[in-house]
């Protein structure tokens, strides 16, 4: 069994940071991409960045210049830093992981999903 566990949210003013964290337990063979999606109130649930095993990165452009995500692929674990927050970044924000197991004849990969961390910003 697999699990991704969040933690980090909280309330914060508008222009202040908060760092998110993700770490993956289980029986996990290797974690290949990993990611940050974040779902506001009545919204669909968007990207907000990526990041490769090599630590290759991609943000959507409301991430660009205030966020960073970043890994450590020993610990198993992805941070997403959020600096100069907006209200209008108040969200449950997920994290995502590709995951290798080890299957009965192959390694076989399945997507998971945090439980979700609320991050709210006040203005």
């Known amino acids: 069994q697999v699990q991704l566990v969040e933690s980090g949210g909280g309330l914060v003013q508008a222009g202040g940071s908060l760092r998110l964290s993700c770490i993956g337990y289980g029986n996990i063979f290797r974690i290949d991409d990993m990611a940050w999606y974040r779902q506001a109130p009545g919204k669909q649930r968007e990207l907000v960045a990526t990041?490769?095993?090599?630590?290759?990165?991609k943000y959507e452009d409301f991430a660009k210049g205030r966020f960073t995500i970043s890994r450590d692929n020993a610990k198993k674990t992805a941070d997403l830093q959020m600096n100069n927050l907006k209200p209008e970044d108040t969200a449950v924000y997920y994290c995502?992981?590709?995951?290798?197991?080890?299957?009965?004849?192959?390694?076989?990969?399945?997507?998971?999903w945090g439980q979700g961390t609320q991050v709210t910003v006040s203005s």
């Open positions: 990041i490769s095993t090599t630590g290759d990165t």
């Open positions: 995502y992981a590709s995951v290798a197991i080890v299957g009965f004849t192959r390694i076989v990969n399945s997507d998971y």
